[in-house]
């Protein structure tokens, strides 16, 4: 069978970062109605439903053994449990402003990551790149909207455990693809994850009840769990499986180019020069980046 090719990693981690990009579009609605984690563990469950159903269709066994089982679902505990677990807690105490401001740093941390954990090296272009985007972002998301005051510190750094949490689950996925692939990694991971939020959701409906449910909120859950959940993440792990981890990283930065185009296009919001001039550099950083990985994958 023919490998990936790594243009196909990068589109992948693209699309992934693009979903989580208008994600929370939907999920501000769902969140209305049904409580984070309760949301959470459905998404999961209807993610592993999905997944299922695929590798049923492809006929494809998980055929991993006891060690390999055990790593995975602590994969999916950190990413799916924890990371997200953390970055729920973190917005609620901190501020969206501050959660994509602190999120963009993970793209960072995964770097820092891969050196030690999966022996990469990371080149003067690379860091580049890497520096070209994060500017791309600080300048589309707009630093100074963020908040430092004294009584968001829990808050904030609760997001910064959530972005080196994430940034660990993503150089994580890297390594495990080297005995499994990414459709069988995120079925289980999803596994993993749901051993964390179960009993967080059973905890929450015990304090919060969850709102009338509408058609749109139906549709909304699916969407989330289906398209952002599913799909997204198959195509991140995808992503991580195809390319290094820190040239799947910059895809990351997709997310708040989405989020602003859709913020334009369904609620009204203004896309200004400074948006237009992150986007520019974030696309450069990525050029950069999947150059040099297209270089080394033709030697």
Same mark, same amino acid.
């Given at each position: ?69 055990? &790593?995975?679902?602590? *994969? =999916?505990?950190?990413?799916?449990? %924890?990371? !997200? /677990?953390?970055?729920?807690? #973190? $917005? ?113 409906? &015990?304090?919060?009840? *969850? =709102?009338?449910?509408?058609?749109? %909120?139906? !549709? /909304?859950?699916?969407?989330? #769990? $289906? ?73």
């Amino acid at each position: 069978m023919r490998s990936p090719s790594p243009r196909s990693g990068l589109f992948a981690g693209l699309a992934a970062a693009a979903i989580w990009g208008g994600m929370y579009v939907v999920s501000k609605v769902i969140l209305d109605v049904i409580p984070p984690f309760t949301l959470l563990s459905l998404r999961l469950l209807l993610a592993v439903f999905c997944l299922g159903l695929w590798m049923l269709w492809r006929r494809q066994a998980l055929q991993l053994g006891r060690r390999e089982w055990g &790593g995975l679902l602590l *994969i =999916g505990l950190l990413g799916y449990g %924890v990371s !997200l /677990g953390l970055q729920f807690s #973190g $917005v609620q105490l901190s501020t969206a402003a501050n959660g994509a401001v602190i999120t963009a740093a993970t793209p960072v941390f995964i770097y820092l990551f891969a050196g030690p954990l999966l022996g990469e090296r990371v080149t003067r272009r690379r860091w580049l790149a890497l520096l070209l985007a994060s500017l791309g972002v600080l300048v589309v998301v707009d630093p100074s909207q963020a908040q430092l005051n004294a009584d968001l510190w829990r808050g904030n750094l609760l997001l910064v455990a959530a972005a080196v949490t994430w940034a660990l689950y993503s150089v994580l996925v890297r390594k495990a693809t080297q005995f499994t692939d990414a459709l069988r990694l995120s079925f289980v991971a999803f596994l993993g994850g749901l051993l964390w939020v179960l009993p967080a959701a059973a905890l929450e409906l &015990g304090q919060q009840q *969850i =709102g009338p449910v509408t058609w749109s %909120v139906v !549709l /909304g859950v699916l969407y989330l #769990g $289906v398209i952002s959940t599913a799909v997204a993440a198959y195509c991140w792990n995808f992503a991580f499986e195809v390319l290094d981890a820190g040239v799947a990283s910059l895809t990351f930065f997709a997310q708040p180019l989405v989020g602003a185009v859709l913020g334009y296009l369904l609620l009204g919001e203004q896309l200004s020069t400074f948006f237009l001039v992150g986007g520019l550099l974030i696309l450069l950083g990525l050029w950069m980046a999947s150059q040099e990985d297209r270089i080394a994958a033709s030697r």
